[in-house]
């Protein structure tokens, strides 16, 4: 059985609060009229009382006032006495509400001169209108309390209605664009649909990333097998006396594109993993050797080419980072350096300095247009013949290291980019 709406029970209890505030408003208002009738009662009583006596010090002989609410008795001991009503013997000086005849009075009491004076004012007419005005306020509260209940609903619908379009979309979706496989209970409200559409979102989600840590996992093992054996054969290769220089230059080749394979293999797992270890909090290494090892692997691999290389690099210079992060930022970097170059007086330059690595080249340059949108992933510039892959690499290494990249660049006149170290990664 479906339980009542969230926009049924947010109506429902705007309808008990507006009933509530109806019936304390209407308490309110009785409260105070009542007490007002009384006043009225007792102001009109004393007003009769002292224009009686103020009648009588002219007028021994004024007669007192009786009407059909108002009446007036006299007690002065005398055989007049027996003709007033036993009840008003014995009130004392004052207000009261004495019930006579069947019919409830208000009395008023004073002694004056020897003598007793009881007024009386009948309270029939006003019990009367005042149960007329406990009606209509019985009505009126009534009736706020439908319009409340009419309000309560149309509010209600007003603000549950995000709530319910959420619920359907987020269950209409799963983290990987799957339809959920689960039917609606028809027990839960919108909230508790919503929250369940959550938490089946939430375990999908940790399902996923089970998934890419054994993906991870997996990749790890079965590209570093193949790696470790392409690399073990090439060492027995290398002992072999027969090759000729050529091949030996072809192993080598071999060597190097192995071992930057697992670099980069080594550095994306760490990169998907998300470890500790990538900000290098507890590894450090030598950025000059890492910058002297990635120009000698491009200036092989550019043999033919005339290129001019200057190099100003420290002997020395250890950054607080892993050294497979620091070859993939490093690599990426010095490669687009060596293929953009140019093919004729290319030049390029390297410098290490304290708080930054500056290479500049001296080739066609790249378009202002291309300069906003190098970083991102498997965007290609205008002359580029890349994947678009390693910059966004690189920037998301530095991202994580508190690096920063700038390229300085302009169509025609080369390019020079700038990796900016963060102060306190420089070790030495």
């Known amino acids: ?32 009229a009542h007490d007002l009738g009384q006043r009225l009662m007792d102001e009109t009583l004393q007003a009769e009382m ?17 009407t059909l609410t108002l009446g007036g008795y006299v007690l002065d001991g005398g055989d007049g006495d027996a003709a007033v009503p036993p009840v008003l013997h014995t009130l004392a000086s004052g207000k009261h509400d004495i019930i006579m005849d069947g019919l409830l009075y208000r009395a008023m009491a004073s002694e004056r001169h020897g003598k007793r004076y009881v007024f009386l004012f009948n309270e029939s007419l006003q019990q009367q209108r005042e149960q007329t005005f406990v009606l209509f306020l019985a009505v009126g509260a009534l009736v706020m309390t439908l319009l409340a209940a009419l309000g309560g609903f149309w509010l209600a619908r007003r603000v549950v209605a995000p709530v319910t379009a959420l619920a359907a ?17 028809s027990s839960l409200d919108e909230v508790e649909e919503l929250a369940l559409v959550f938490d089946r979102t939430l375990a999908g989600i940790q399902s996923c990333m089970a998934r890419e840590r054994d993906f991870t996992s997996n990749v790890s093992h079965e590209l570093r097998t193949p790696l470790a054996i392409i690399r073990g054969a090439v060492e027995v290769l290398e002992e072999d006396a027969a090759l000729n220089p050529g091949q030996r230059q072809r192993l080598a080749r071999i060597e190097r594109a192995s071992r930057d394979m697992a670099d980069l293999t080594g550095a994306l797992l760490h990169l998907a993993r998300k470890e500790s270890t990538l900000t290098g909090e507890n590894e450090s290494c030598d950025v000059a ?8 692997k491009y200036r092989a691999l550019n043999r033919d080419r005339p290129l001019d290389i200057t190099m100003d690099i420290p002997q020395n210079f250890s950054l607080s980072v892993a050294r497979i992060l620091a070859v993939v930022v490093v690599d990426n970097l010095v490669s687009n350096a060596f ?13 290490l300095e304290p708080d930054r690595l500056v290479i ?11 300069l906003r949108e190098v970083f991102q992933r498997h965007y290609r510039g205008t002359n580029s013949t890349g994947s678009g892959i390693g910059l966004s690499l690189v920037k998301r290494v530095c991202d994580l290291n508190g690096w920063e990249t700038r390229i300085e660049s302009a169509s025609g006149q080369g390019t020079t980019v700038s990796l900016l170290f963060r102060p306190e990664s420089v070790s030495s």
């Open 1 to 32: 059985m479906r339980r009542r709406s969230f926009r049924f029970r947010v109506a429902l209890h705007f309808a008990g609060f507006g009933a509530l505030l109806s019936l304390l408003l209407c308490v309110g208002v009785y409260v105070f």
């Open 360 to 370: 500049r080249d001296t080739g066609s340059g790249i378009a202002a247009s291309d």
């Open 339 to 351: 293929q953009h170059a140019g093919s004729s007086a290319a030049r390029i330059d390297m410098r």
């Open 169 to 185: 979309r987020v269950g209409a979706a799963s983290p990987l664009g799957e339809v959920a496989s689960e039917s609606a209970d």
């Open 289 to 296: 050797d890492v910058v002297r090892e990635s120009i000698e």
């Open 50 to 66: 002292q224009d009686y006596l103020a009648r009588l010090e002219r007028n021994p002989k004024a007669p007192l006032p009786f």
